[in-house]
T-cell receptor
Framework: SQQGEEDPQALSIQEGENATMNCSYK?????LQWYRQNSGRGLVHLIL?????REKHSGRLRVTLDTSKKSSSLLITASRAADTASYFC???????????FGTGTKLQVIP | GAVVSQHPSWVICKSGTSVKIECRSL??????MFWYRQFPKQSLMLMAT?????????EQGVEKDKFLINHASLTLSTLTVTSAHPEDSSFYIC??????????????FGQGTRLTVV
């Protein structure tokens, strides 16, 4: 079953604007990851945030994690047309527990 | 990070035939691999957990006799879609995920296989 839900389901912004996507999950986690998927292609790992971390940055990406609210957000700053893709959060418990994916947000950046 | 190679990247087959998809962990010995399926415009759903040297663990609703998983070595897991039907057309992705021994690591994914059953 789906672990996380993301909102919005779809987001359309102008190039240069910031894009924020939110992810909520249901059970306790070991880490949370964000992935990007271009249409019909494989997954690209963007960033991993551990359960004891609250915020993480990578280039134009900023991820926050609030374990008390069981939620995370992904912020893409100064968006580019090439950022157009679907973005998924994925959560994982401890050990070999499977990674389960959120419902995804489809981002469109208009040039 | 781990490099995961999946083959083929796409396949078209006739209804009723079987298709085998390979997932190789090129630089990481994976006792566990995961198989996901993604229908168009949907998220990835875990199908099964592939365990080296033992039987796979299937998620609820996934037919184990239809989706045969073999994990004969630490670097190779195969998924065979038997007697494929058009409703099996989907994007199949395998994953290698680090466990306790390798720390709190990300999951590494193959490139995916797009299966079209005609």
């Amino acid at each position: 079953s789906q672990q996380g839900e993301e909102d919005p389901q779809a987001l359309s912004i102008q190039e240069g604007e910031n894009a924020t996507m939110n992810c909520s999950y249901k059970t306790s986690i070991n880490n949370l990851q964000w992935y990007r998927q271009n249409s019909g292609r494989g997954l690209v790992h963007l960033i991993l945030i551990r359960s004891n971390e609250r915020e993480k940055h990578s280039g134009r990406l900023r991820v926050t994690l609030d374990t008390s609210k069981k939620s995370s957000s992904l912020l893409i700053t100064a968006s580019r047309a090439a950022d157009t893709a679907s973005y998924f959060c994925a959560t994982r418990g401890g050990g070999y527990q499977k990674v389960t994916f959120g419902t995804g947000t489809k981002l469109q950046v208009i040039p | 990070g781990a490099v995961v190679s999946q083959h083929p990247s796409w396949v078209i087959c006739k209804s009723g035939t079987s298709v085998k998809i390979e997932c190789r962990s090129l630089d990481f010995q994976a006792t566990t691999m995961f198989w996901y399926r993604q229908f168009p415009k949907q998220s990835l759903m875990l199908m099964a957990t592939s365990n080296e040297g033992s039987k796979a663990t299937y998620e609820q609703g996934v037919e184990k006799d239809k989706f045969l998983i073999n994990h004969a070595s630490l670097t190779l897991s195969t998924l065979t879609v038997t007697s494929a039907h058009p409703e099996d057309s989907s994007f199949y992705i395998c994953s290698v995920q680090g466990g306790l021994l390798v720390g709190n690591t990300e999951a590494f994914f193959g490139q995916g296989t797009r299966l079209t059953v005609v």
